[in-house]
């Protein structure tokens, strides 16, 4: 699977390669050489949500920015997903780990939440809850939905500029 040809997106819609299912507690990390994917281990908590990220993005640790999207079903591993950027997450580490949080386009349940603060409080809960476990850090801040555009537009322009 070539995924090179998967443009990112714009910070308005963005293009999501999933690499771990929702309700999943395998994650897994899509290897570009091989083009393949990889389990990287087995988790205690499952994703709340579809986990992967954007093609031709790097955020400040040079990987592609993650993206967790909200879904009312599980979106397949492999699957590229046109996805509303709502919110992002900062985990505390000497480099901050970020995780931007949208909803697909495509699932209609999500259509009217257009910022973070507007998912109930369940979904939060178990979002801080599974994203701590996940990741191993605390969180650090949650951003609305202009902090993500922001985050979007810079993982870009930091892609673009290692390519010249």
């Known amino acids: 699977m070539d995924i090179s040809k998967i443009e990112p997106g714009d910070t ?64 397949e591993q492999g699957i590229v997903v046109e996805a509303r950027p709502i919110g992002l997450i900062r985990l505390k580490a000497e480099i901050p780990d970020e995780v931007l949080v949208a909803v697909s386009t495509a699932d209609s349940e999500f259509d009217n939440v257009k910022n973070l603060s507007e998912v109930s409080d369940n979904i939060m809960k178990n979002l801080r809850t599974f994203l701590e476990e996940f990741k191993d850090m605390k969180i650090e801040n949650i951003f609305d939905s202009d902090h993500a555009k922001k985050a979007v537009r810079r993982s870009i322009e930091l892609y673009q500029r290692n390519l010249i």
């Open 12 to 75: 308005e819609v963005v293009n999501v390669f999933v690499e771990s299912e929702k309700d999943s507690k395998s994650y897994y990390k899509y290897d570009s050489k091989t083009g393949m994917f990889n389990l990287k281990k087995v988790l205690k908590l499952p994703f709340t949500g579809s986990f992967g990220f954007i093609p031709k993005t790097h955020h400040v640790d040079g990987e592609p920015l993650d993206v967790l999207i909200l879904a009312s079903e599980a979106i």
